[in-house]
């Protein structure tokens, strides 16, 4: 049986296996690495502390994800085709790792967090 999140390991595997789905998704992929050209090295650090400062009471996520996400708007396709595939692999993500009350959560909380996303996004143009 899978195991729910429980630690920092467990956010760190969700993280890793995440984007290197992401990478190789056709919608999503050359958004990060050709339009954002993300430094990965930074960027995964980054993501350890935000999905623990959610789902693991950690509290070292400081940031503006709002902010970020409707300036990449000026650069990246960033509309609903975008959003719900980042949905899909992430979830894909969760339950091929995970089971139990944090895992739903998690789901849910991305869930919520792209819809006001894409809501500033459309807000702002
Ligand atoms: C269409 C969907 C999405 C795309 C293409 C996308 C893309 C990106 C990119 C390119 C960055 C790096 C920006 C930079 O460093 O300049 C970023 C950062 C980030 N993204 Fe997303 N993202 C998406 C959805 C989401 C969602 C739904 C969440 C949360 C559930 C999220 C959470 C974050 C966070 C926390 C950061 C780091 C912000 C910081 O630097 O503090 N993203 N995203």
Redesign the pocket.
């Known amino acids: 049986m899978k195991q729910d999140i429980i630690n920092r390991e467990d956010i760190i595997l969700l993280v890793d296996t995440f984007y290197e789905k992401v990478k190789s998704n056709a919608i999503?992929g050359y958004?990060?690495d050709d339009i954002?050209k993300?430094n990965w090295s930074t960027?995964l650090p980054?993501?350890y502390s935000?999905w623990a400062s959610l789902l693991i009471d950690e509290h070292s996520y400081t940031?503006?994800?709002m902010k970020?996400?409707v300036d990449?708007k000026n650069i990246?396709p960033?509309r609903e085709i975008?959003?719900e595939e980042?949905i899909i692999v992430f979830n894909q993500t969760i339950d091929e790792l995970f089971e139990g009350d944090t895992a739903e959560f998690a789901k849910a909380r991305?869930e919520n967090?792209?819809r006001i996303?894409l809501n500033k996004i459309n807000a702002s143009y």
């Open positions: 999503l958004i990060f954002a993300i960027h980054k993501m935000f940031g503006n994800p970020i996400h990449l990246a960033m975008e959003f980042w991305a967090i792209a996303m």
